[in-house]
Each structure stands twice: as C-alpha cells, then as structure tokens.
C-alpha cells in the first residue's frame, strides 16, 4: 500500500480512527451522549474541541434521543453534524433516526455494534443498527480501523449530494478497542474531496421557513417517493464516489468487497470484522486447492441488489454469515441475499448460518466448520443453521 | 505472526502497554494488532491485552488469542491466582516481574523464562506509588532483552510518545529493567 506524501501512518483504535475521520471531515456541531464502547469516539472529539484542533460546537445532552435531535436541528441549519451510539442508545434514538432522514438531514453517524439487553451485553451484534434497517438511513458497515475513518468521510460526501444521513458501523471491541496501522490524509486532500456543506434550503432567521410540518394523504406519499428515489440515487452516487475516493486517497470502495471471488465455486457472505478472519481461513483454504471465496457486503442501505446478484450467479452454493436475527424470521443479511436472487435464473442456493451473537468469538475453524458443513448440504431446509450454540 | 499475551493487574498498565509495544514492532516496519481482553475491568483484579505482530500484507485474524508464542506476566502473584501459561506454545518466553532467579519460578523447562524486578524499579524512577507501582515500562524493557525485539532505541522512542507522565523516568525504568534481565539457560523443546 502507497501512502499518500504528507500522510501520518499510525497506530489507532477504531473508536479513534472514526473521531479522527469526522475531524477530516471538519464536523461543525457534535451532539453526543456516551455509551460503552462509544464513548471513546466522541470523547476524544470532546478534547479536540476543546483544545482548538477542531472548530466545532459540541453539546452534551441528556439523552440520545436529544443527541440525535440536536444533530438534526444542526444539520437544518446547514451544519456539518455527528454523533456517535451503541445499542440501547441507538435504540432510544429511533424515533428521531425517522426524523433525521424524514427532514433530509445528511447526519453521518457511528454506531457501534453492541448486542441488545436484556440480558445486558457490551459485545459485538449487528442486530442493534440492522433494527434500524427501515428508517431511512444509508448503512455502511466496516472491516478495519481504515475502513471506518475512509467510511466517515465518504459517507459525508454521499450523504449531503442526496440529502439523507448515513450511518457508519463498526464492532464493539472488535474494532472499536483495537489499535492497528491506520494513514491519517493530510486535511488538504480531504478538503479537496470534501468541500463544505452548503444547504440552500438551511433555515434562515432572514427568511423563515418550517420542516416537518403536517402532511395530508395528498402530498405525504410523494415525499416517501422522493426518499426512496434519493436512496436510488445514493446507490449510484456510492459507487461512483467510492472509485473517486482512490483517485484522492489511493483506496476504492465499491457497495461490496470480492475475496478469492472469481472462480469461486462456494462464497461466504459476511459483513464486518468477522470478514477479516475469514479472509484468513479462505487463504488457507485456497492453499489446500478448495474453491472457495468470499462476499463482504459493505453498503446495506441502499441495498446493492444488482451487485449482489452478478457477484452470486452461477455458484454452487452460498453460505450468508450472520452475526444479528430477526426473531421469529432468519439471519437478516441472509433474508436480504435471498431476496436479491429471487428468480434471478442462475440463483445458487442459499444458507444462513448464525454465529458469534453477544461478541462470541467466530474463530478461523468456526469458518472451516460452516465450509465444510456448506459443501455437503442439499437444498436449504432450515431458515437458521446455528454455529457455535449450546443447546 | 507472533502472538503475545499480557497479564496484570487493572491498574497496572497492561493495556497501554500492548499499546506501546505494538507501536514499537510497527515502528520497526511490523504490522501490529493490539487490544484489551474484551470485558469489565477492576482495579487489582487479573486482566489481559494481546499483542499481535506480524509482516505488512499478511493476513490477521481478529479473534481472541488462545495459543500465545508469548506471555508478559506484570504481577508474580498472578502466576498462581490464573493459569497465566495456558494456550502458551512450547519454546515461548515468560517474562515475569519478578525478583527471583528464572528457574526458581517453577515453570516448566518447555518455556524459556525471563525475571527482572520491575517493581522495584518503577519504585525506583517514581514511577506510581510505592504500593501500586507502575512497572508496565519496566517489564518491556524486559521482554525486548528476552525477545530480541524491538530494539532498546526502538521501544524508549515510543515510550517516550506515548507516556501519558514521566517520560524521562519511564525510559529510564524500561532501559534499566532491559539491563536487569534475568534470562534462564538453555531451553527444553
């Protein structure tokens, strides 16, 4: 990997890669309520604030109910705003997560992933931000301490061209407490990629307008078309900044990530730092002649159907990893794959395996095991093959 | 890649210290992965960080270590209050904080050992209080002599950045913890 001139190549904590991303990205207003493992993201924007390294407003609140609200009134005011939860204080956010992308307010958000209570957790699950799935928001889920701080000023830079917020996701711990090699950009290039919001419609004491006001039958319908066409949209503009991102940064993005893909007979889908472990166990397996690759999808909402679907065609079988579940349904990246396939004619079959729920480990063999459990299955039976359970 | 496990005490700096010698591996052009056992943390209880280091471009997993190449032990009572060598690999170093002579540790002959009193040297160079020490440089000193890496120059530099206080005194303990080192004799594989 070529550095940039003029970057810093250092060792940071995910928490810290993402407070240092939202500083490139020169945030304006910060409205944050601490949580385990989050803290540490908005804490150390806190002291940034503080000592003058970044010019920002920074308010605490009493909840993240009003962190997430604080973000939005800053953000309809033409502000750069961020925030950062985990979990329950995700969770305690939801009407508001509603309001945000309702208000077309391009918030960028970190959420950590923790699992839910009860019983009360403080490890990785992506159930918490997957339950926020259908409001509205992008998602863009992250492998590494540099995907997170890239993520942040991505999602920045999709977010305000089609005026919906983003959210950015990371592993409790996993990532989130882990100090690993992360390039630090010099400000100007950020600023040359990253221009400073500009709101034409942001409130004005000169002109004074409302947002969110009653909608009757006969309008609202249109503004949930225009959200979803904005998330169509976002889809395109995703791609399209992920490859600009490498012409100023040296680093592509795409909505999902090939591993050992091209002549895969069998592909593992995952999402997040479980990928990176099983990067490694593919190597391996690739080593031993076994045809095996791997899918980590990146952008969840908008959903990158097209995507999804060239990259699975015409492979012997499927196995989607999920670390979340819908109660009383499946894993949910393995229900969304599923439906990207459906009647796509050289669909593979699909398996859900669930693994690693409340932070428990998903070791190089969990992946061997889910492999080779995956090569001798027929046809999908079961909607959750479960790894790792005790039952 | 190597694979190292430390054990404190909460308060003892075990965590900044798999911060510190993962910047110094990666100073030395190594790609590194270091961080806390994942849980709640209580001053005086046993804790763990781990270390990982290994060449740029390789792949590393991110899981929990279970078979360590290596351990860091900063308090010598934890060697009987947890099984410290678990998971460990025969020929792995020990390096304890300890006053005592390697081969008095009673550690099996499969392990190399290395003892260096960091306890009296933090008390020594001021480092913490004198019931609660903070020997977490010390015993890095110790196990870059034990190891052979990173190199002294290496391992003070960064010390020297990441010391929250002290960093004249923290060098100072880690160089004259690296020149106390103990090391036992031959190893049996």
């Known amino acids: 990997m070529k550095l940039l001139e003029n970057s ?230 995703f791609k399209e900044e992920g490859q600009r991102f490498k012409e100023y940064f040296g680093r592509a993005y795409d909505t999902l990530e090939a591993f050992y893909l091209d002549d895969a007979d069998y592909v593992l889908v995952t999402a997040g730092s479980m990928t990176s472990t099983a990067k490694y166990t593919v190597a391996q397996l690739r080593e031993k002649g076994e045809k095996v690759g791997i899918l980590k999808i990146r952008l969840f909402r908008p959903f990158p159907f097209e995507d999804v679907r060239n990259a699975l065609r015409g492979r012997k079988k499927v196995a989607v990893i999920d670390r979340n579940i819908s109660f009383g349904h499946s894993g949910i990246f393995y229900s969304e794959i599923k439906s990207a396939l459906y009647r796509d004619s050289g669909a593979p079959p699909v398996f859900g395996y669930i693994a690693g729920l409340g932070g428990r480990d998903v070791r190089p063999n969990d992946i061997v095991e889910i492999y080779e459990d995956l090569k001798q299955r027929e046809e999908p039976a079961e909607p959750i093959l479960w790894k790792g359970v005790r039952v | 890649m190597i694979e190292i496990r ?84 025969p020929g792995g170093w020990v390096v304890v904080n300890s006053p005592a002579e390697p081969h008095e540790l009673g550690i099996p002959e499969q392990y190399r050992v290395a003892t260096v009193d960091a306890t009296s040297i933090a008390i020594q160079h001021k480092l913490g209080s004198k019931t609660t020490p903070i020997v977490n440089t010390a015993i890095l000193g110790a196990f870059a002599r034990a190891f052979g890496a990173p190199s002294l120059e290496t391992l003070i530099a960064v010390i020297r950045e990441e010391a929250p206080v002290k960093p004249d005194e923290n060098a100072a303990a880690a160089r004259d913890a690296y020149e106390r080192t103990k090391l036992s004799a031959e190893v049996q594989v």
């Open chain 1, 8 to 237: 810093t190549y250092t060792v940071l904590k995910g928490n810290h890669a993402v407070s240092v991303g939202a500083k490139l990205a020169r945030v304006e207003v910060i409205s944050a309520y601490p949580i385990t493992p989050q803290t540490t993201i908005v804490e150390l924007l806190s002291e940034m604030v503080a000592s003058g390294e970044l010019r920002a407003r920074f308010i605490t609140v009493e909840s993240e109910h009003s962190a997430m609200a604080g973000c939005i009134g800053a953000s309809l005011a033409g502000a750069r705003a961020f925030t950062a939860t985990s979990a329950q204080g995700l969770a305690l956010m939801h009407e508001m997560l509603h309001w945000a992308a309702g208000a077309r307010a391009p918030i960028v958000m970190a959420n950590v992933n923790r699992a839910m209570a009860p019983p009360w957790s403080i490890w990785t699950e992506q159930t918490d931000s997957l339950s926020q799935r259908d409001t509205g928001w992008m998602q863009i889920y992250n492998e590494s301490n540099q995907e997170a701080l890239d993520s942040v000023i991505l999602a920045y830079k999709v977010a305000e061209q089609v005026r919906v917020p983003a959210m950015i996701v990371l592993d409790a711990f996993i990532l989130s407490h882990t100090s690993e090699p992360v390039e630090v950009y010099p400000q100007e290039v950020v600023d040359a990629y990253l221009p400073p919001y500009e709101n034409p419609n942001a409130l004005n004491l000169e002109h004074p307008h409302a947002i969110g006001s009653l909608a009757d039958p006969n309008v609202y319908m249109e503004f949930r078309y225009k959200l979803q066409k904005a998330h169509e949209e976002a889809l395109r503009v």
């Open chain 2, 6 to 89: 430390i054990h404190g005490r909460g308060g003892q700096g075990g965590v900044v210290a798999s911060e510190i010698l993962a910047k110094a591996f990666f100073k030395e052009g190594k790609y590194v992965q270091a961080f806390p056992h994942f849980g709640v943390e209580r001053r005086g209880a046993p804790v763990a960080a781990f270390v990982r280091v290994g060449e740029p471009g390789s792949f590393f997993v991110r899981t929990n270590i279970y078979e360590p190449d290596h351990i860091i032990v900063l308090d010598p009572t934890l060697i009987t209050a947890v099984n410290v060598l678990e998971g460990l690999k």
